[in-house]
């Protein structure tokens, strides 16, 4: 015989539980907002990502272009160890991805602006300003030791 303690919790009830119990007592722990990626990311997404990013959270932006081969090489270890870890601080990354071809999507402009003269080009921004950044397709290791210095 099932005894009001041993019934499951449904619906009001788990609200009720979850509402009155703080969370670290439920077993539950708040984390930062999940890790975001933008491809081929516009003017608009790069103001609104990058530029008014809080500084508890650290923004890749990946300038490349569809027909460099370089870039082709990073784009999936960039993917990869933004998914899989943090910053030496311990800071979550997010990942944008401007193609400097791109003029309708102000990619041309960017790539002005923050001076990239070669490409692939991986800028580090934090809280809208520029941290660091590397010119040219690094293997694994070497974009986890860049990342390890942020």
């Known amino acids: 015989m ?12 788990l609200r009720r ?8 007592i439920a077993g539950l722990h708040s984390s930062s907002r999940c890790r ?12 609104k990502i990058v530029l008014q990013s809080s500084t508890d959270r650290v923004v890749l932006v990946d300038f490349h272009a569809d027909w460099c081969g370089p870039c082709h090489a990073l784009s999936p ?12 601080s311990g800071k979550p990354l997010d990942l944008i991805t ?18 990239v003269r070669a490409i692939p080009t991986v ?14 397709a690094l293997n694994e290791g070497g974009v986890a030791d860049f990342l390890n210095k942020l």
């Open 98 to 115: 401007v193609d400097i071809d791109n003029e309708e999507a102000g990619g041309v402009a960017l790539a002005q602006e923050y001076k």
């Open 77 to 88: 270890i960039l993917n990869k160890l933004t998914t899989e870890r943090t910053t030496g």
């Open 17 to 24: 539980l979850f509402q009155r119990t703080p969370a670290s």
């Open 123 to 136: 800028v580090a921004f934090q809280g809208g300003k520029p941290l660091s950044q590397f010119v040219g």
């Open 2 to 13: 099932a005894t009001p303690n041993m019934l499951p919790l449904r619906g009001h009830a």
């Open 36 to 47: 975001e990626r933008y491809i081929n990311g516009s003017k608009t997404d790069f103001d």
